[in-house]
């Protein structure tokens, strides 16, 4: 059986890094500070998750970092004074985003084009509702996000369970199966008499869920939201969903692998302020790590068709 | 071919639709006037870097360029700063954000084909270095660019704004490059299918490391324009304009797919991005309100011009 | 059983007692003012292999999309065992095999039977498909070296197109009961389409049906118990297969000429030129030789020929003679620039010489678009027209005549008569060896050995490396199809 070994590149990756940080900074070999050098992790990781679902059809989704932040000033103002308006809400963005992935198969649009005017749309919410940052989690979140499960930091736990979850329903289970047929050849399965503009809905769908997850996650570690909170979001869930080997063309993803990307990105950003970086350097560090990453990845690859 | 079935005519008809309720607030035909000035010059920045990024989406899908708001921030602070507000030095700093912007697009390419990696990702990477070096040489100063060029960016000639003029001669250019010359239909066939471009003979490589240049050079000239028009370089003056590179490539009805561009799609997309944010302020709507309006229109527009297409 | 005998025996129509599978009546499919099918009128039974032959442009891509259930009929009605409307076909148990390979490559083999079987999910579906894939495999395909859990896109061509075949006959929650091949062996070597025509015979044995769609004429001879001949979107002919010789089927089918294999041999002046081409492999070719690569599909050949080209073209200048040009088999991915005219298409290789001061000269490649049309017969108005309005045959046309409007030394051609038909084949050889005659070095991969056979010399490749050389009157079937199989020393 010839074995995908997709994911062994992301795995090296977030171990090297990690190996990197503790040399730095041996103290951070603890509950504690792993706690913190993962803190961002769980938005990070699901934004990323819900970047996957659009980029598994063959699309990629330019509102991801607008879309988290409007989620974000909803969980911090409606969910927490009117929940029940607040979930109405939340349900409707998912609803919104099932409708733009039928859309845009319907009438074969750009999907860049769409998601990119729909991030002018939920900046334009998230500035409607919060004008000025403020706002507060309810309480639920803040205390699921903030808990403290014994032995492994809540992030981590989170993260395995993240990745479990859509492991199975996308590789395992025979409607991921369709979705990712969909991203590899969305012809043929048309062809097979599957409605195409309903699947593709469904990984909207999908996507619009996770996007939500990360919102409300986000907010239950910040404490408080605004518009903006999440605007890099965009970039690091693509640049995610590709650290952690997904392709953006034949429906070629990981979701395990995505959530490793995402941890590899926090990692990044935690590093950095680990070493104390000029805070000049520090959005070119970043950018100098990816690339890094990047080419190891090729190395390895090459190695391996070497060997 | 009738008119109506040019792609670009959406965005003009957009453009004049957005311009008639904005132009009818302003004080009579002095004030249309001043509106028309007023879209030129805005939409000559947007145009520059729009023109740029139509050649590397018109390679196909995956590409894209993410880095022209750093490129455009970091031309515009190191030629300033070479500058430094002294007469003479005018073409010297030209020189200086041109250079940029070479250095900028073939820092772009080498990922690219080094870390064999998409573009989206390589110029997302490179961005971060860029705008890190940006920030590094700025250090919070702002400098102002010698008076003439800042005469030059904000003046006009025959009453057409001068940076209007630069982005109108560079359209045309850019039109003769895409439709009339070897280099226009070796990208188009590249981006309507790169692998057999490159058995047909066409020189791939060289293809796609000048348009990664050309769309960098380009960014770094909107850069230095746009920091002569508005007095100094600020960090942060690219970053709406990566979001306008692109939705002016789309709507002015280049193809997302890749191997069919549109030049004056660009300049009608571009007036009419400017247009319906000035007609939304003018009827006092909120931040907020003009964001949302702002999605749909181009949702909006995107539907009924792909749906058109098709149907032609 | 009886039935199946009975359509076995070469009896015209099966018994009325079997109830068609799918039953068409007096349909019409327009596409525009283009008449696809005009007035076709087909039952098929079960236990029978219908053969339905045709050239490219004949109707049978519009028949097959009918007969799946893809498309509706603009007139006429199609009734699946009785049923009628969408998803008809597919409860029917009627399966298609693509002529162009439509597995969804990201997925394993297994993974690709849930796209066709709907009701396949639940827990261990899986484990199921596995299973019902392996089962298949093996049955169409003994011997076959495919993990159901191995990924599509890490096979080869021919690896892909017999896990596509054996899903179609993969049993599933509606049993397959119609499997329509459409060029099903296009990419299989001689071996494996022999397994795959036994699997055919008892497959109809057994009570299924298939119609079975090829350029190959003698498959269909072999495996059909009955054939229909289509042309221009009708029937013009329907006979029980044993009523047809080769002769007559192609005669049926419309073209007069057929290529006379002896007509084009070789010269003997051919071996005199100088050596032009020396790879690693150890394929040398002289010029104005024709230089052939054959083997069993997927052994190497096209990688070797791509490595060649790739080599002798860089991807940083262009000059105004290319060392080398490509001419593509598989169109789609290797060749047409979809969104252009059938000009552009075909000055695109020789654009720099037509180029002055870096600006196309539009006037000089009008005339070298028209003089090519000309010269190798492009059936089309005007070469303004797009590319994508020519058929098959056509548009391969084009892409000889991109190649051959350049002064390249060295044509390097990678399987360029896939899919095209006999009448479009004949012509082709002609200008190919009347090129070799103006001193021009062809090579020439090709999976028909019967085109193989009219080469100047011949490279059988095996497993990747060069089994053997094979030069003037060496190069027969027979010889060939022996170094396929076999590994032969390489002579000096």
Redesign the interface.
Known sequence: MRRDPRILLPVLSLALLLAAVFWVQPRAMSYFGINLLFNLAVPIALATIAQMFIIMVEDVDLSTGTFVSFVACVTATFLVETPLLGSAILVGAILVYAALGALIHARQLPAIVVTLGMSFVWGGLAVLILPAPGGAPPDWIRWLMTSKPPLVPMAIVASVLIAAVTHLLVMRSAFGTLLRGVGGNARSVARAGWNVTWLKAAAYGLAGLFGVLAGMSLVGLTTSADANIALRYTLLAIAGVILGGGEFTGGRVSPVGAVIGALTLTLAGSFLSFLKLSPDWQIGAQGAILILVLAARLILRRGRAAA | MTLLSKPWIWAYLAAALTFVPTAMLSQGVGGAWELVLAALTFAAFSVLVGLGQMLVITMGPGNIDLSIPATMTLAGTLSLKYMDGAAGTGAAGLAVALAVGLACGAGNYLLIRLLRIPPIIATLAASFLYQSLAIWSNRGLRIKPPAWLADFATGAALGVPNVAVVAGLLAVLFWVLLERSVYGRWLSAIGQNQRAARLAGVPVDLVRMATYLISAVMAALCGFLLSCFSGGAALNMGAEYLLISIAVVVIGGSSIAGGNSNVPGIWGASLFLFLIVSMLNSYGLGAGVRLIMTGVIIIAIVAVASGSRRAS | MGEAVSAQSGVAGPPPAAAALVELAAVRKHFGAVRALDGVSLAIRPGECLGLVGHNGAGKSTLVSLL???LEPTEGTIRFAGLEG??AA?RAGVR?V?QEL??????TVA??L???D?D???PG??RRARAAVRESLAQVFPGHRI?P???V??LTLAERQMAEIAIGFASGTIPARLVILDEPTSSLDAAIAEQLLAHIRRFCARGGAVIFISHLLGEVLSVASRIVVMRDGLITDERPAGAFTRQGLVAAMGHVGSVAVAAVRPGPQAASGEVTVETPEGIRARRGEVVGLAGLAGHGQAEALKRL??GR??????SRT?AA??V?GDRV????????SVR?NLT??R??AL?RA???DRAAERSLAEDWRSRIGIRTADTADPILSLSGGNQQKVLFA?ALA?DAPLVVMDDPMRGVDVGTKAEVHAMIRAEAGRGRTFLWYSTETEETCLCDRVFVFRNGRISAELTGAEITEERILEASFEMKEVRP
């Open positions: 799946n259930g893809g969408p998803g597919r298609t693509f439509s597995l969804c490559p990201n997925l993974e690709n849930r796209i066709p709907h396949l999910a639940g579906w899986r993990d859990d191995d990924t896109a890490d080209y790739l073209v860089s991807g940083w200048q262009a290319p040009v490509f593509a991915r290797d060749g047409l620039m979809p969104l252009w552009r695109l290789s654009l720099v180029a870096g600006l196309v991109r350049t």
